[in-house]
């Protein structure tokens, strides 16, 4: 909501010092302001979601003056634009390993060029979630689910943490991820 102002610092912040590296973690409900902060300066951007697929995104953030395309489209604009993207997945192992979400998964991938999912507990009760995302509970299991993105994507890295502009892309991760 304060995007001008971190706009400004950022641009600030890149004209006085090569040092650093400026993140910023967003729900990407803006496009227009993704864009605008990219061009501020941004290293790298990281997009909140529970899933891939809208329904199940809708579900769970039930969004209001943005839909789940602005998101897609914000994901796609960062890495459009240079910066190391990142998803800060929100897992349930039911709804995030079912056959559904690893297929929608693969093309979100493609589709946006992604560099590094960051998969976060979602920390709550997997019965009530479940119910309340309509699903069994039951998938193909997380370290499966993993596997088959790797293989898709041998490019992509999992993590925890954001990187440091000097460390976007370790020993064995080749830069220059073909935009998609």
Do not use: H
């Amino acid at each position: 909501m304060q995007a001008d102002t971190v706009a400004v610092a950022t641009r600030r912040l890149k004209s006085s010092t090569s040092r650093g590296t400026v993140n910023f973690n967003s729900n990407g409900s803006f496009p227009d302001r993704v864009r605008m902060l990219c061009d501020a300066g941004m290293d790298s951007m990281r997009f909140s979601m529970n899933s891939v697929r809208e329904d199940f995104y809708n579900r769970y953030y039930r969004p209001v003056g943005y839909t789940f395309s602005d998101v897609a489209e914000s994901v796609k604009t960062a890495r459009e634009k240079g910066l190391f993207t990142m998803i800060n997945y929100l897992v349930s192992p039911g709804l995030t390993d079912s056959a559904g979400e690893v297929e929608a998964l693969l093309k979100f991938i493609g589709a946006t060029g992604v560099d590094m999912i960051q998969m976060r507990n979602l920390s709550i009760d997997p019965d009530f979630y479940n119910k309340r995302m309509g699903v069994s509970g039951r998938g193909i299991g997380m370290y499966r689910m993993l596997e088959l993105v790797k293989r898709e994507y041998p490019r992509i890295q999992y993590g925890y943490f954001n990187r440091t502009k000097e460390n976007f892309f370790p020993e064995g991760f080749e830069q220059g991820w073909p935009v998609p």
